[in-house]
């Protein structure tokens, strides 16, 4: 009988978190066990780089249930607690108190961790890095108005911490190997916009340049980049990218690639085990092939859909893919996924921050992004599910409606 299964969930994330309250919603009163190492209830990420760091909002705000949900639920939520083993034979979880919790299913929700700066100076003082509600704590105290902050890397979380920093009085400087903030995700374009946007707030900007190490007694004091330039720092922010934690999927013997390497239906290559959000490589129906998302979107939505799999439901997890940022006053969301693009079309002038984006590979519509307009989202979702291809030109002009041109 269902009452009498034990699913356990590694992760207290939102993925984790999603996944729980689903299974709750779909039915299940067996025990429910969900299982982080972060001492907080599970809480959303996308604030801490923004509102919560700060200051404008607290922890409620960013928390995915409030205090009483997981107890009202029937949910053991064990915080502050690591997991160490997983073993799939005997479909057990041990804890680092020893603890051992038999499972008859298991979702793999660990996440990712910052990719750590691997040069002289690094572990000074004063290096941060942001993933955390306690690294959202740390980084808060070091951004005063007096503080120099050094931002490495220019993907979101360099370029959202960059602009609160700057919002919040300190000066920023920007450190990045690409020609422009971005560029691997948007392009040089579209990533052109977001450095003229931090060029026009004050962030002194170097692009083109790595970091040779960094120096300082004790605390950072300077970063030295590899063109000779010395940058002064109070603080130093890495943003140079995540890594899938898959410590404990690859010490069992799942399948890997980059990430836990999972079907549509976010099945692991071990029947029972399943996995959702960062960790995630997961087989996607419409684009024929695994993609791991590092976004808010696909934790919040991947677990729901692992849950239903979780009690037979054969759900296939085909969202299009999608992100957002805040920076400034400079709102976007981006739909779609473009590994590979051969042109971009501006529907909108791009100077004046309220623009879409389309991003075009052989004359179809692959992704699509809508700056400060926030009426273009199900057009958007539209033209990509049509396809397409499209004329170039009807995609700017603006007196064209987009949903016509979708059901064209």
Do not use: C
């Amino acid at each position: 009988m269902m009452a009498e299964r034990t699913f356990v969930i590694v992760g207290a994330s939102l993925a984790g978190a999603k996944a729980a309250e689903a299974l709750r919603a779909e039915g299940f009163d067996g025990r429910l066990v969900l299982v982080g190492d972060d001492p907080r209830r599970p809480y959303e990420r996308p604030p801490l780089s923004k509102e919560y760091l700060r200051g404008e909002k607290g922890f409620d705000h960013a928390a995915v249930h409030d205090a009483a949900f997981y107890e009202a639920k029937g949910i053991e939520l064990r915080t502050g607690t690591t997991v160490t083993e997983v073993d799939l034979g005997s479909r057990e979880v041990q804890l680092a108190t020893g603890e051992r919790t038999r499972y008859d299913r298991l979702l793999l929700a660990t996440g990712a961790t910052p990719r750590r700066l691997e040069l002289p100076g690094a572990e000074l003082d004063g290096v941060f890095y942001l993933r955390t509600v306690a690294d959202a704590d740390a980084l808060r105290q070091a951004l005063t108005p007096s503080a120099q902050v050094v931002v490495i890397g220019a993907g979101w979380i360099g370029a959202e911490v960059a602009a609160s920093a700057r919002q919040l009085g300190a000066a920023v400087a920007m450190v990045e190997v690409a020609s422009v903030p971005l560029e691997r995700t948007l392009g040089p374009q579209v990533g052109a916009v977001y450095r003229d946007l931090h060029a026009a707030h004050g962030v002194d900007l170097h692009f083109g340049v790595g970091v040779e190490r960094l120096e300082g007694r004790g605390a950072v004091e300077r970063v030295r980049l590899t063109d000779g330039t010395v940058l002064s720092a109070s603080a130093v922010v890495v943003g140079v990218g995540v890594v899938p934690r898959v410590e404990l999927a690859a010490a069992a013997g799942l399948q890997l690639d980059n990430g836990v390497a999972v079907n549509a239906q976010l099945a692991a290559s071990v029947p029972g085990v399943y996995a959702a959000g960062d960790v995630a490589n997961a087989f996607h129906p419409r684009y024929g092939a695994r993609i791991r998302l590092e976004h808010w979107s696909a934790a919040l939505n991947q677990g729901p859909v692992a849950a239903k799999n979780m009690l037979g439901q054969a759900v296939a997890y085909d969202r299009t893919p999608y992100f957002f940022s805040d920076q400034y006053d400079f709102g976007m969301e981006y739909r779609g996924w473009a590994p590979h693009f051969d042109q971009v079309v501006f529907r909108g002038e791009p100077a004046s921050h309220q623009f879409i984006a389309f991003w075009l590979h052989g004359g179809k519509v692959v992704a699509a992004m809508n700056a400060n307009i926030w009426d273009a989202g199900e057009k958007i979702e539209a033209l990509l599910r049509a396809g397409g291809p499209f004329d170039p030109r009807q995609l700017a002009d603006t007196d064209l409606d987009l949903a016509e041109l979708a059901q064209a």
